[in-house]
């Protein structure tokens, strides 16, 4: 390897060869970048993704492995098992990278030695998201995947964490973990979200101070329309709230020594709600919540990875 630090860019996708093309087209792009190699897990493609890697070869360091079983999760840790670099770069599919989003993150990740979790400002086309859902400090970032901590690099606060289409994590923290994304969740499976909250919690639990946001590391995300619609809404909320309750975590928890009651998250997020909309999310997620408590009780879902009894809040 040319330096320590090396990238392996890992990507899960599934019948999406548009956006591919697009994603592999920026990473082609990218400038002062370290040697770095891209590694895709292709979840059971049947359209011309296949074509749109062959293509990829002449320019990029490129592999590809195929997942035939459905879950993106799946397709993820086909990847990570053939990844080489000492830094793994994760991104969706439909991802538009800056021209220096790899550059910025190896600089990161060289200037900051003592964090181990990477995580960049993610746009979005604020013209295809409902008006009622860009005013919402709750449901923006969730429902579309927008992340933003400001201007200056800073670390990620008690139980705060990167998002999927732009975070890293240093390959030593992987070591012998054989399938760090749990299979039964994730895009594919039943339960569509809160993958990378399990990937993440099991490396660096809420209190860790090992997580750093740098803004300058840039991507743009497509908008999936059908996360914003108000019924699809109702039910990614309620799902997001399982999840959070499957990772057996309070509701809220600001600093360790400072864990809000059922009760007071009522209230605070009450008093945040900007429409009726939001409110119906807000509570479509607390009946998520309970839900999952119940099934956990009842031992319904499948076997938590022992890092989701880590106390750390669900993004």
Not at 260 to 286: G, W, Y
């Amino acid at each position: 390897m040319a330096s320590a630090l090396d990238l392996s860019i890992v990507i899960a996708t599934h019948n999406r060869s548009a956006s591919l093309a697009r994603l592999i087209e920026g990473l082609a792009g990218q400038v002062n970048a370290p040697p770095f190699e891209v590694i895709i897990g292709d979840n059971g493609s049947c359209d011309e993704t296949f074509e749109v890697i062959e293509r990829a070869r002449t320019r990029l360091s490129i592999r590809c492995v195929r997942e035939d079983r459905p879950g993106k999760s799946r397709a993820l840790n086909a990847a990570i098992k053939l990844a080489r670099g000492d830094l793994f770069v994760f991104t969706d599919d439909d991802v538009l990278p800056r021209p220096d989003w790899l550059a910025q993150l190896y600089a990161a990740a060289r200037q900051f030695q003592k964090y181990n979790i990477f995580g960049g400002r993610i746009d979005v086309d604020l013209a295809a998201v409902p008006a009622w859902i860009q005013k919402s400090f709750n449901l923006m970032g969730p429902l579309t995947s927008a992340h933003d901590k400001g201007s200056a690099v800073v670390p990620y606060g008690y139980g705060t964490y990167p998002f999927g289409p732009n975070m890293a994590i240093r390959r030593h923290l992987l070591k012998g973990v054989s399938s760090p994304f749990p299979v039964y969740i994730g895009p594919g499976t039943s339960q569509p979200v809160g993958d990378e909250s399990f990937f993440l919690v099991q490396f660096s639990p809420a209190h860790a101070d090992d997580r750093l946001f740098v803004p300058s590391a840039s991507v743009f995300h497509e908008n999936k329309p059908e996360n914003v619609f108000f019924i699809s809404s109702l039910k990614r909320c309620f799902l997001l709230g399982r999840c959070h309750a499957w990772l057996t975590l309070p509701p809220v928890a600001r600093r360790p020594d400072e864990l809000e009651s059922v009760p007071k998250l009522i209230v605070d997020r009450l008093k945040t709600c900007q429409s009726i909309r939001e409110l119906c999310c807000l509570s479509a997620r607390f009946i998520g919540y309970r839900w999952g408590r119940r099934e956990l009780r009842t031992g319904r879902i499948p076997n938590i990875v022992s890092a989701s009894r880590s106390n750390t809040p669900f993004h």
